[in-house]
């Protein structure tokens, strides 16, 4: 009985890797709303929250790497990029919808506020599972590209007919 793990191991579905995504972006920004509360008490708030998104970043991308996407390894500097930048467009977004939230609502309370921000966060959330999944973690991109025939050939009914000497043949192949 071979007991030896294959290296290429399956990519779970997409419900399967949404629930992980959920779960493990999930953790993370509770984590991190924790941190980032923890840390404005001794520094400035905004360098506490670039702190913590920069870190929790770092972690969220390495988990969707071995356990979201079954990449089955670390996250390759790529992928942090890659994801680091999904990551500051969702932060563009959110901070927009605040923008927008505070030019529309004069002041606007704090039930307002989270319906907002959170609703901003899940349109973002469900962005950046697109991107990680179809672009960051896509598994076999660069072989099946490599690997793909440039020409197909023709079947050999068509080769023959497409011969110059009999132009009917051609049509009865087709």
């Given at each position: 009985m071979d007991t030896a793990k294959n290296p290429e191991r399956a990519?779970?579905?997409a419900l399967t890797a949404f629930a992980r995504f959920v779960l493990c972006g999930g953790g993370v920004g509770v984590a991190s709303s924790f941190a980032v509360t923890a840390l404005?008490?001794?520094?400035p708030?905004?360098?506490?929250?670039?702190?913590?998104?920069?870190v929790s970043t770092l972690l969220a991308t390495e988990l969707h790497a071995r356990f979201t996407f079954g990449a089955g390894g670390r996250a390759t500097w790529r992928q942090h990029a890659q994801s680091a930048g999904s990551a500051a467009a969702g932060y563009a977004v959110t901070c927009l919808a605040m923008l927008a939230l505070s030019w529309l609502v004069e002041t606007p309370g704090a039930v307002l506020e989270q319906v907002v921000y959170l609703s901003a966060s899940a349109?973002?959330?469900a962005a950046r599972f697109a991107v990680l999944r179809l672009v960051v973690f896509a598994r076999?991109?660069?072989r099946a590209a490599s690997t793909a025939p440039t020409t197909r050939p023709l079947p050999a009914t068509?080769?023959?007919?497409?011969?110059p000497a009999d132009p009917a043949a051609l049509c009865r192949a087709a």
């Open positions: 990519a779970p579905g404005a008490g001794r520094i708030w905004v360098l506490a929250n670039a702190l913590v998104t920069v349109l973002t959330g076999n991109r660069s068509l080769a023959r007919a497409s011969s």
